[in-house]
C-alpha cells in the first residue's frame, strides 16, 4: 500500500485480530537489508517456528514476501503452545540443528537462556552493518525486553508480544447501577462481585482455568510468592500464611460468584462467555478482554469498561507475559536467521500488522504512541492502550521474576492443582497448599534445586 494509500486503522479492525487467526491479504514487499541489493542468502532454508498465537499466524502471510526479496526459504510451523514447548525444549537440549529461529517461550526463558541455548542478539543489535541504526534496535518497551535478557543484561530475544492482565467488565452498567465504580482493591473487588452477582441472571465473575497464571496477582497481592526470593532462593514459598489467604480469597471467588463448570474454562470459553454479556468481571489477559469491544463479535460493546487490576495489602501485580523471537544455538546460518527476526519484528512489519489486521499487542514503543495505536485501543471510550503499556511497563519492578525460573513449570502445576482441590471443596486451602509445597520440593530436588 502506497503511503498515500494508508488509512487508520479502525477499532473493529484492532478487535477482530484477537479472536481472528487469518490476516488479510498481504501487499507489498519489505525487506529493507536486501531491498536493491544482492541476494547474499539465496538458497538458505530456515526452520522457523512458534506456537499458534495470533501474530505467529498473522505473520505466515507474509513469509512469501520475505523468500521473494531474500531468496530463503522458510519452512514455517506454529503448533498448539504445549506441544510447540514440547519439541523445542526437546531439541534445544540437545543443541542440534533442526532449527534456525524459534520462539522463547516466556516460562522457559530462564532455562533456555541459562542453559545456553539461545544466541545472544547484541551482536547483531549493535552491528550496523546487520541492523541499521534506522530499524530501532531501542525501541522496545523495557517492561516486555527484560525478560529475554540475562542477569549482565545480554539480549536472548527481541518480543513479539507481551500480555498484560487487567481488570474487565462487561456488563459494567451493572455496577454503576448498584452505585459503584470498577474495583480498585481486593476488598472493593468482593463488594462488586456481592453486589452485582446474579443480577439480570449473570454470575459475577469469571476467569480461565490456568490457576498458575490467574491466581498469581491475588497470591503476591496478599504479600505472598511462589518462591522464597526468586530467583536466588528457590525454596518454595506455598504454604505460607499470606499463601493461605490468597488461595482462601480466590477459591471464594470462584466457588461463590462464577458459572457453572468455570473451573474447566479455557481461555476461549472465558472470552466468549464475556462476548455474550453471560458473566460480568474478569482479571485476563487485555488480548482476551479487548475482543469485548468488538461490535462484530460482542454485545456488550456499550457496557465494557477496563480497569487495572485491584491491588491487595501488598499492593498491585498484575501479570505479564512476554515472548519473542530467538536464534537457537545449534542454528547454521545465524545470519540468515536474524534477517528473519529482523524483518519480522521491524517498524514497518508492526506497522503493517497494525493496518492490515487490526493486531495490537505491539512491544515496540513507536508503535504504542501512534496516533493509530490510540484510535484502536480506545473501546467504549476508554483507552486501553495506555493502561496496556503502563501494566507492561509495571513488569520492571521484577515481581514476574518467579516465572522465568527454569523450574517453575513444575512448581506451577502443583499451583493449579492445589486451586483446583480448594475450589471443588476436596481440601481445605492449609491442606492443598501444605501439599503442593511438599510435592514442589520434591519436584525441584529431582531436577536438582538444592534447597
Same mark, same amino acid.
Given at each position: ?5 494508508? /488509512? ?68 514455517? =510451523? ?43 542478539? =547484541? ?30 543484561? /545480554? ?51 469469571? $476467569? ?20 522464597? $526470593?526468586?530467583? =536466588? ?5 506455598? =504454604? ?37 454479556? /453471560? ?28 480497569? &487495572?487490576?485491584? /491491588? ?20 547454521? $546460518? ?45 473501546? $467504549? ?27 517453575? &513449570? ?42
Amino acid at each position: 500500500m502506497a503511503a498515500s494509500q494508508i /488509512r487508520p486503522v479502525t477499532r473493529r479492525e484492532v478487535l477482530k485480530a484477537g479472536s481472528t487467526l487469518t490476516a488479510a491479504g498481504a501487499v507489498g514487499l519489505y525487506a529493507p537489508a536486501v531491498i536493491g541489493q544482492a541476494k547474499p542468502f539465496a538458497g538458505t532454508t530456515l526452520n522457523v517456528s512458534c506456537w499458534s498465537a495470533t501474530y505467529a499466524k498473522l505473520l505466515g502471510a507474509y513469509v512469501p514476501e520475505f523468500t521473494e526479496a531474500t531468496g530463503i526459504q522458510v519452512n514455517y =510451523d506454529t503448533p498448539a503452545f504445549p506441544i510447540y514447548n514440547q519439541r523445542a525444549d526437546l531439541e534445544l537440549s540437545t543443541q542440534g540443528s533442526a532449527y534456525d529461529v524459534l520462539n522463547l517461550t516466556f516460562i522457559y526463558a530462564s532455562r533456555w537462556i541459562g542453559a545456553g541455548w539461545f544466541t545472544p542478539l =547484541d551482536e547483531f543489535l549493535n552491528d550496523p552493518n546487520r541492523t541499521p541504526a534506522d530499524w530501532g534496535a531501542d525501541d522496545f518497551l523495557a517492561g516486555a525486553l527484560a525478560p529475554l535478557q540475562d542477569a549482565d543484561g /545480554r539480549t536472548y530475544a527481541l518480543p513479539w508480544t507481551a500480555e498484560a492482565q487487567i481488570g474487565a467488565a462487561a456488563r459494567f452498567d451493572l455496577i454503576q447501577a448498584a452505585g459503584l465504580a470498577m474495583p480498585e482493591t481486593f476488598d472493593d473487588l468482593v463488594t462488586v462481585l456481592q453486589a452485582v452477582h446474579g443480577k439480570e441472571g449473570i454470575p459475577a465473575y469469571v $476467569n480461565e482455568n490456568i490457576h498458575h497464571w490467574t491466581w498469581m496477582p491475588f497470591l503476591q497481592g496478599m504479600g505472598g510468592s511462589v518462591f522464597r $526470593n526468586a530467583p =536466588d532462593d528457590l525454596t518454595p514459598a506455598l =504454604d505460607t500464611p499470606e499463601a493461605v489467604a490468597a488461595a482462601e480469597y480466590y477459591t471464594n471467588i470462584l466457588r461463590s460468584y462464577t458459572p457453572d463448570g468455570v473451573l474447566s474454562y479455557t481461555f476461549d470459553q472465558m472470552t466468549t462467555t464475556l462476548k455474550q454479556g /453471560r458473566a460480568n468481571y474478569t482479571t485476563a489477559n487485555h488480548s482476551y478482554v479487548v475482543q469485548l469491544g468488538d461490535p462484530a463479535t460482542s454485545k456488550v460493546t456499550q457496557t465494557v469498561a477496563y480497569a &487495572p487490576v485491584p /491491588r491487595g495489602p501488598a499492593g498491585r501485580f498484575p501479570q505479564v507475559a512476554v515472548h519473542g523471537w530467538g536464534i537457537p544455538t545449534g542454528a547454521r $546460518n545465524k545470519d540468515a536467521s536474524w534477517e528473519f527476526i529482523k524483518w519480522s519484528m521491524s517498524k514497518e512489519m508492526v506497522s503493517r500488522l497494525l493496518e492490515d489486521s487490526g493486531y495490537a499487542s505491539f512491544t515496540r514503543a513507536s508503535a504504542v504512541a501512534s496516533p493509530a495505536f490510540k484510535e484502536a485501543m480506545t473501546i $467504549n471510550g476508554q483507552d486501553v492502550g495506555r493502561l496496556y503499556v503502563e501494566t507492561v511497563e509495571s513488569a520492571t519492578d521484577g515481581h514476574m521474576a518467579y516465572r522465568t525460573v527454569h523450574v517453575f &513449570p513444575q512448581v506451577g502445576q502443583q499451583i493449579s492443582k492445589a486451586i483446583d482441590t480448594i475450589a471443588s471443596g476436596q481440601m481445605t486451602a492449609k491442606e492443598a497448599l501444605a501439599q503442593a509445597q511438599a510435592n514442589a520440593i520434591a519436584d525441584l530436588r529431582r531436577a536438582g534445586v538444592k534447597l
